[in-house]
């Protein structure tokens, strides 16, 4: 055995486990999904080829991802396994002739397809019909238990109906819908905040969020397929078959994806692969492929599992979406900080159902990486992604000689207003720095208006367009100034239009304090950051007054943070709009915070466990947070207390290991009580 194949395989191992981090822990893949799979298919076929270099610890010797911190870990009533893939017609037959080996001579398989919904996988627990938890898949014996999360999505009951009585596990997916999809990067893409790829890595980063207000806020849906009797369940479906175990599901009243389809023979799964190959786009969320599965419950027990996979089921995989199409010039677009950020203009071309004709670029060190040049030939794809990428250009059909296409050079000057750009020495992103320029101006006034921010209904961007053009806004002071000749006499605005847009300008002035925060766009301050500021110093005068170390004493803002709040306030200008905006009558004082009579809890850390009956995690939370208080997710030797529910996980043995007290929901209520 050479030293060159146990590096090749080690090297194999390390890419696997950075590419595995990159998307189970944190939802930001590098490459995509078919690249992946390429690489630990090599990985198999040099283990294969060398087995005495196999480990536990191998990728291929893993079924999912892993937990990552900040939720507790729960176990699955069973192991949650993942499925072998297919990637065209041959291995669709292999695994057909594979089943038909594993079954008694001249039994023949009958399919039950479905369609696979690019999202992530949850289990449920029912009690009685009662919804008890929900878990992400985790490493396939245990995942993030994601409860309080669960329970805002309102495709998942939260009691079923005519359900089995007993304890039972439900298998299922949960995804974010496109048009969802759509508004929540328009959303991010309006704070400056990195768009989600697609609405897969949406869908896990919103689940593994700590605020279930965020989680309702996105409209995630589910749905479920499979169902595990969890400790002796009666009411459960016979053992029939996976058709009537769908059925038994939707007749409970939980989500079942309705388009699969029951199949006789081979002929009849290739014939759904080429249906749905075409018809992918017809539904509302994202599918990367086709899940064929044995439908009869003793078949598959005879066909059995590997450590990784049931051996009576596999997921045909679509291809990823290319096309090819011409780059015809890069050019940047100017955020609401000053952010430049590059993109391709293409000559549209069809992919995925839609017409595509730019794509995102990130910033000048990913276009010479790729070597990307107006004028080249380029491959895009969706695949998975929601938005478009370039995946390369092709050098061998690149113009030469005088014609050839010059290598991107980033503009020095904003193109907007002509002002110099500036990039610090440990970002990527240029900006401009001109506090004055009209792109800057426009994408701040419509996030200052926006609904998580100031939420001036009607102030949109044709309106916002029109206002800097005329000069009538030069920053958000301004808009409280505005009377109602001035925006009559805008394009398509008349009387009436005028009155409600300013009736609305007026309704913003009495806003809660951290909206304010939040609007006028410090970098690194969102809706949370700007909540935490207004509980620690209570209003505006006092925020603009501490000093770099009081800022940073504020739970949820560190150092990066406190600086941007110190150098936007160190700004004359901003402190002048400040001043501006509290004389327009804008509301900057918040509640008063600081006082210990309001405040007894103050200095106390909290760490919520389990299923509470008397309140919800979320207003146990509130209650604290009310209190002076802080709820952590995560148990340490300074937490004062750990409010324990029903079912609690491994917060609660950390607890006592550490000496922690420990609450029922009994001690905690009276504590609230004597605190109130």
Known sequence: MSKSAARRIDDLRALIRHHEQRYYVFHDPEISDAEFDRLLNQLKTAEREHPTLVNQDSPTQRVGGRPVEGF????????????????????????????????????????????????????????????????????????????????????????????????????????????????????????????????????????????????????????????????????????????????????????????????????????????????????????????????????????????????????????????????????????????????????????????????????EQEIARKDLRAGDLVIIEKGGDVIPKIVKAIPRRRRRGKAAPKPFVMPARCPQCDSPLDRLKDEVVWRCVNSSCPAKLRRGLLHFASRRAMNIEGLGQSLVEQLVEAGLVTDFADLYALKAPALEGLERMGAKSAKKVLAEIEKSKVSDVWRLIHGVGIRHVGEGVAQALVRGFGSVVALQAAPVERLEAVPDVGPVVAQAVRAFFDDPRNGALMERLREAGVTVEGPVVDSAAVRPLAGATFVLTGTLKSMSRDEAKAVVERLGGRVSSSVSKNTSYVLVGADPGSKLEKARGLGVRTLDEAAFSKLIIESS
């Open 72 to 363: 507790e870990t729960a176990s699955h009533a069973a192991p949650l396994l993942s499925l072998d893939n297919a990637y065209d017609e041959d291995e669709l037959q292999a695994f057909d002739e594979r089943v038909r080996k594993g079954l008694p001579d001249g039994e023949a398989p009958r399919y039950v397809a479905e369609l696979k919904i690019d999202g992530l996988s949850i289990a449920l627990t029912y009690a009685d019909g009662v919804l008890r938890r929900g878990v992400t898949r985790g490493d396939g014996t245990s995942g993030e238990d994601v409860t309080s999360n669960v329970r805002v999505i309102r495709a998942i009951p939260l009691r079923l109906c005519d359900g089995p009585s007993g304890r039972i596990e439900v298998r299922g997916e949960i995804y974010l819908p496109r048009q969802a999809f759509d508004r929540v990067n328009a959303d991010r893409a309006e704070r400056e905040e990195a768009r989600f790829a697609n609405p897969r890595n949406a869908a896990a980063g919103t689940m593994r969020n700590l605020d279930p207000a965020l989680v309702a806020a996105r409209g995630l849906g589910a749905y479920v397929y499979q169902v595990v009797d969890a400790g002796g369940a009666t009411g459960m479906p016979r053992p029939g078959g996976h058709a009537e175990t769908l059925e038994a599901l939707s007749a409970w009243e939980l989500p079942v994806e309705p388009h699969w389809e029951r199949c006789g023979n081979l002929a009849s799964v290739l014939a759904f692969c080429r249906t749905w190959s075409v018809r992918r786009h017809e539904v509302d969320f994202d599918i990367d492929g086709v899940v064929f599965k044995v439908d009869d419950a003793v078949q598959r027990d005879r066909l059995g599992a590997t450590a990784k996979f049931p051996r009576w089921a596999i997921a045909f995989k679509f291809p990823p979406e290319q096309a090819t199409t011409r780059l015809t010039r890069i050019e940047v677009n100017v955020g609401r900080t000053g952010a430049v950020t590059p993109y391709a203009v293409l000559e549209p071309v069809r992919l995925g159902g839609s017409t595509i004709s730019r794509a995102t670029l990130h910033n």
